[in-house]
Each structure stands twice: as C-alpha cells, then as structure tokens.
C-alpha cells in the first residue's frame, strides 16, 4: 500500500560533524506543519550516523536515510535527494542549523498564495556551538532585508539574499533550473538562488525562519579562502550574464565591497555598479518603490567602495607603546 505524498520534503545532507543533528531533527518534529517527509543523506562520512538519526528513522515513516557510498560536497549531496523526494515544495535545512517552529506552515502559505513565487527565504538569527546568542548579531551585510522579489534580484551580483537553511522551493522548478550549484559547491545556495530569480520570484520574508550555528567545522570557518574565491567567480557570473561582457575578477571583488588596489580600480568599480543599477531599472522595470529601494542600496554600496579607497590611501600611522 503506497503512502500519500507529503506537502513538502526537507532535505538534509549530513557528513561527520553529528554532535548538532540531533537538535536538527527535533526542530522539524516541532513545526506547527506536519505534512512532511524527512530525506537525510550521508554524504560518505568518516564518522557513524548518529544513534539519534537511526532512531528517528525506526520511529517515525517520514524520516529517510540515503547512504552514499562516495563522498559528496553539499550540492552533490543536495541533488542527489532531488530525485527521491516526492513532494512538490522542498525545504532545505542544515545539518547543524534548526528551523523555527512556524517556518512550513508560513511558507508553505505563501507558496500556496502566490503562483508567481518559486521560492521563499527568510531571516535567520545566530547562536554559538553552545547555542548561546551569537555576539554579532544576524548574517546579512546591512541588516536591511530585500522583501521583494525585485530587491532580491537587484541584490544578486553583491550577496545572497540568504542562506540555504532558510529556503523552501517549488520541486519541479527546483529541478529545472539543476538543483544546487555544483560548480561553486562552496556556496551553492548563493548560485542555485540566482538561477531561482532568473526563473521566477524568491520574496524574502522578514521574520527569521531558523537558527544558524557558528561554529570551528563549518565551511566558512574550514575553508574560508576557497569559499571567498568561489563567491568571487559566482559574482563575476552573475555581473557578466546581465551586462554580456566580461569583467576582471578583481573589478568584481571591489564593486562588492572587498579590497581595491587603487584608485583607478575603484573607480571602474563605482562605475560597474551604476552599470548594474541602470541595467536592473531598463530590464526589470521595478515599482517605484523597488526602484528607490535599489538605489539607496547602491548609494550604499558606492559608500563602501569609496571608504575602502580612503581607508587604502590613508597614512599608515605608529602607535606609542603601551603604558
């Protein structure tokens, strides 16, 4: 006798770092929204599955356990479930982040409300190992989140409007576009949710949908000149799709924010970015209120560029030692 299809499939690809999936899991089992299969994936880890995931799996017929035998990165292993899953809205979830108890159920509203979004993200707030309040705060550059999906496709060339543990996404679209973003597997939600807003609408709600865990083994902290490196060349991607021409990685880096070596540099930078905003007003014709919105973003980001060139030529100054 065949089960009935779930409402939504969460994903969760696992590998080593289990001391956090336990909290994972139980954040699921207490959504409000219960209309939902579980698919884990082990992505050929060094360590056992946790004794937690095995008694989930024994005592729940919504929890799945897919075992790779290779090792996977996480768009390996995210896109490997996307061919076992067999509900028409994933979600995706971390294995050391949790959602908040509502997330489904307000996403899954949406989605259901508006046939012109493919994907939903939201807000996220942080928490140490310990699961103590994170110091610093959120994970967004300005704190200011793009509520549409217009703000959110303006916001593409310089950030992700969010992270991966945060999206719930229509299946077939999902599919689609290729799932996650193989070639930059260091921020493959960055790359999959530009191919989401080239398709159709992500709107971003305000209200944080889960929790983020810092911590010493996760990517950013792992390996964090190589996830810079691809976030750089995936930038370049996007830039160079919307304008069809190419552009010098380092140009790229300075009109995001990040270092320039000189004058002139920043210079084209500021210039690439008033290049971004016409092409984004012509091409998109956003509301009036989108359109406003993008340029206070880009005053802002022509105000980041410009304090990085002053902070460059500024005198390098010596201390007096300590007292």
């Not at 509203?109 to 699961?131: F, K």
């Not at 005053?299 to 500024?314: G, K, P």
Request: charged share 20%.
């Amino acid at each position: 006798m065949s089960t009935p299809t779930p409402a939504v499939s969460i994903i969760i690809p696992i590998y080593n770092r289990m001391e956090f999936v336990g909290g994972t899991l139980a954040s699921i089992v207490r959504q409000t929204f219960q209309d939902f299969e579980v698919v884990i994936i082990d992505a050929g880890s060094t360590e056992p599955v946790p004794v937690v995931v095995n008694e989930y799996i024994a005592d729940d017929p919504r929890f799945r356990l897919m075992i790779s035998p290779v090792q996977l990165n996480s768009a390996q292993a995210r896109n490997a479930t996307l061919s076992e899953v067999r509900a028409p809205i994933v979600a995706v979830i971390d294995s050391d982040d949790v959602m908040v108890p509502h997330r489904l159920e307000r996403q899954v509203q949406v989605l259901a409300e508006r046939p012109d979004i493919v994907a939903v993200g939201g807000s996220m707030s942080a928490v140490d190992e310990h699961g103590l309040g994170w110091r610093k705060g959120g994970v967004t550059d300005t704190g200011v989140v793009p509520d549409t999906p217009n703000r959110v496709h303006w916001l593409m060339p310089f950030r992700a409007p969010t992270l991966s543990s945060t999206i719930t996404v229509r299946t077939d679209v999902l599919r689609a576009v290729g799932g996650f973003d193989e070639d930059h597997p260091l921020c493959d939600d960055y790359g999959m949710t530009w191919r989401l807003t080239e398709v159709g609408g992500f709107l971003m709600l305000p209200e944080i949908m889960s929790t983020y865990r810092i911590h010493s083994k996760q990517v950013s902290s792992t390996t964090p000149g190589r996830q810079a490196m691809q976030v750089a060349l995936l930038r370049r991607s996007i830039m160079m799709s919307r304008l069809n021409r190419s552009l010098d990685l380092k140009l790229v880096i300075a009109a995001a924010g990040g270092p320039s070596a000189d004058d002139e540099t920043s210079a084209a930078a500021e210039a690439l970015c008033s290049e971004l905003l016409a092409w984004f007003i012509e091409q998109r014709r956003p509301s009036e209120a989108d359109e406003q919105w993008a340029r206070r973003d880009y005053d802002h980001r022509i105000q980041v560029i410009r304090n990085v060139a002053f902070t460059r030529s500024e005198p390098a100054t010596t201390l007096p030692p300590s007292q």
